[in-house]
């Protein structure tokens, strides 16, 4: 059998109570004892005076006198222990009602806290304007159920896009294979059969090494001192020939400048960074990457003359999978995740990442890094 567990309020007024009573019975013994000492020496001068011993009127009145000084003093015991129960009583009445006046604004939140559910996270409880901790965890769970339901949102945007992104190389290895069962084929189809796997296999993997990479928090060595041109330098080399291809100019300025981090870290997001601005791009576009140093920040600007990024989906598209332009990245090899990347490595760098329009055309990444040498 479960114990019931007492409220608050009853925890709140039992010790109220304990305390009081027993500043009560502390206060009514001080005040007998007290009152028992005064009335001990006042019967003890009265005998030991030589006029009250020389005379026995005198004798006869610090007699009486006596008495009623005990009377007096059991009186005042009697007075004071039924003050002390009454006090008692009353206070523990008092705070009763008083526990259960303040802890009225807790129970309403809780019945609201009740209320919530995973369909309106999004509903914020309304503060009771207390003026105090209660409205402060009002905010606090206003707060927290504020970015769960962002995280819910995020979660499951990222499994439908998960879903789809997946679905589709595996739709058209399957469209193809059970096409390709129907009748014989030439060694020219089986060529074109093989291809069109084997191209779909290698954007599954794309897509499943991309989740494993942004699901990825293992302990990395973050005190690598990082010289930002020279990582650039690199990642323009190793895409050199794709710029080629699509005939995309590619102009790199800046000083040399060094912060503190992760090399392989950084190369990747800087990779995924200028190789968006390549695939992205208009034919015969242009690439502009500056490196500039403001103050005690770093900033790493890569403009394209490309596509450009609509507003409303500036903030989006750092989500896992989410695309843009649909029917363009469908033609376009990429797991989706590159710039979810690109944002988890730059914020474990304690940097942030922006976007902008790049005028008159295009898309302007903007990387500031706060922690420098």
Do not use: W
């Not at 009127?57 to 007075?79: M, P």
């Not at 009763?96 to 806290?113: G, M, Q, R, T, V």
């Not at 990245?329 to 474990?348: F, M, P, Q």
């Amino acid at each position: 059998m479960k114990n019931k567990k007492m409220s608050l309020r009853i925890k709140l007024t039992f010790t109220s109570i304990v305390i009081l009573t027993s500043m009560c019975i502390l206060l009514t013994m001080t005040a007998i004892y007290s009152a028992s000492v005064i009335t001990n020496s006042i019967n003890s001068l009265l005998p030991g005076d030589s006029q009250y011993i020389q005379e026995p009127t005198n004798s006869y009145a610090a007699a009486s006198t006596t008495q009623s000084t005990e009377a007096a003093t059991k009186t005042f015991r009697i007075n004071n222990i039924t003050v002390m129960f009454i006090l008692i009583v009353a206070g523990s009445y008092m705070t009763y009602y008083f526990s259960s006046k303040a802890l009225k604004p807790l129970e309403k939140l809780n019945d609201e806290i009740n209320k919530i559910n995973i369909n309106n996270l999004n509903v914020n409880i309304e503060l009771q304007n207390t003026g105090n901790e209660i409205d402060q965890l009002t905010q606090s769970f206003n707060t927290m159920t504020s970015k769960l339901h962002n995280s819910y949102i995020l979660q499951k945007n990222f499994s439908a896009n998960a879903a789809h992104e997946l679905r589709t190389p595996l739709a058209v290895i399957q469209t193809k294979i059970d096409v390709f069962k129907m009748k014989k084929r030439s060694m020219e189809e089986y060529d074109e059969f093989l291809a069109t796997i084997e191209e779909n296999t290698v954007r599954l993997s794309g897509i499943v090494k991309g989740l494993l990479n942004f699901t990825n928090e293992q302990v990395v060595d973050m005190s690598q001192q990082v010289n930002i041109k020279e990582i650039v330098e690199e990642v323009l080399y190793e895409l050199e020939d794709e710029a080629i291809r699509n005939n995309i100019d590619i102009s790199l300025k800046g000083n040399n400048t060094v912060v503190n981090g992760n090399d392989g870290l950084l190369q990747q997001a800087i990779y995924n960074l200028i190789e968006n601005a390549i695939k992205y791009n208009n034919k015969d576009g242009k690439i502009e990457v500056e490196i500039l140093q403001k103050d005690n920040t770093i900033i790493l600007r890569v403009s394209d003359t490309g596509i450009g990024i609509p507003d409303e989906m500036k903030e989006r598209i750092f989500q896992p999978l989410f695309r843009v332009d649909e029917s363009r990245s469908r033609d376009i090899a990429g797991s989706g995740l590159g710039l979810t990347i690109v944002k988890n490595i730059i914020e474990k760098h304690g940097g942030i990442i922006r976007v902008k329009d790049n005028i008159p055309q295009g898309t302007c990444f903007e990387v500031i890094f706060k922690n420098l040498k």
